[in-house]
């Protein structure tokens, strides 16, 4: 089946620094990927979508300076927290979407604790 | 009120038992996904719907799409089926928000020995 990969799947920062995560389709082309953002205890919610070759676009409430994601190739997404801050911590999860295909494989998720 | 809403929120059983968590939403959809995530985080499809039902194994999803409403069903649950369960419908909408997911709160599965 296919399989999306992240990394690093957990990560320890100190506040002001910035993190890059990963996001990596291994088996597949992925035309979409999708950022998520789950806090302890609530459901995930839409960060933004990101479109090979395209900018992304973000959910309502989320600062696209602070979180920059870039699609460059059809295998990888990634996503850089600028300026992390305590409040940024959370859980990271992408998930990849072929353009022919309904359905999204998720990533293993990212966890990262800034302190 | 949350477009997805999900029941109930914990659950807990006893080996062997069926088990039924509701997904109830309010928008147009394309499609609907029960996901499940382990305590570790990671999520991995169980299901992906537009109407009907289908089976794998254990689990069984239906979907009525009329009444704007799914179901997942696991059939003699088993202690390695604890995890959270997740109800996702797929916006229909086009344009940016094509393939976009909105989630329910998730079900907390909890099954003894």
């Known amino acids: ?19 890059k995560i990963e996001c990596r389709s291994l088996d597949f082309q992925a035309t979409t990927m999708f950022w998520y953002r789950q806090f302890p205890k609530q459901s995930l919610m839409l960060m933004a979508t990101s479109n090979e070759g395209s900018k992304a676009t973000y959910e309502q409430g989320v600062e696209k300076d602070k979180f920059l994601i870039n699609h460059a190739s059809l295998t990888l997404s990634t996503l850089t927290v600028t300026s992390a801050h305590p409040e940024d911590s959370s859980f990271y999860i992408c998930s990849a979407r072929v353009l022919t295909q309904e359905t999204q494989y998720f ?9 | 009120k ?49 109407s009907g039902k289908k089976k794998h194994g254990r689990l069984i999803a239906t979907i009525n799409i009329q009444e704007k409403h799914s179901s997942l069903h696991i059939t003699a649950s088993h ?14 909408a086009g344009g940016t928000s094509y393939g976009k997911l909105t989630f329910g709160q998730g079900t907390i599965l909890t099954v003894h020995p």
């Not at chain 1, 992240?6 to 993190?19: A, D, N």
């Not at chain 1, 990533?107 to 302190?115: A, K, S």
């Not at chain 2, 202690?79 to 229909?92: K, L, T």
């Open chain 2, 79 to 92: 202690p390695r089926d604890s995890a959270v369960y997740i109800c996702a419908v797929q916006s229909n």
């Open chain 1, 1 to 19: 089946g296919a399989v999306v990969s992240q990394h690093p799947s957990w990560v320890i920062c100190k506040s002001g620094t910035s993190v």
């Open chain 1, 107 to 115: 990533g293993p998720g990212t966890r990262l604790l800034v302190l």
């Open chain 2, 2 to 50: 949350n477009e997805v809403e999900q029941s109930p929120q914990n659950l807990t059983a006893q080996e062997g038992e069926f088990i039924t968590i509701n997904c109830s939403y309010s928008v147009g959809i394309s499609a609907l996904h029960w996901l499940q995530q382990h305590p570790g985080g990671g999520i991995v499809s169980l299901f992906m719907l537009s």
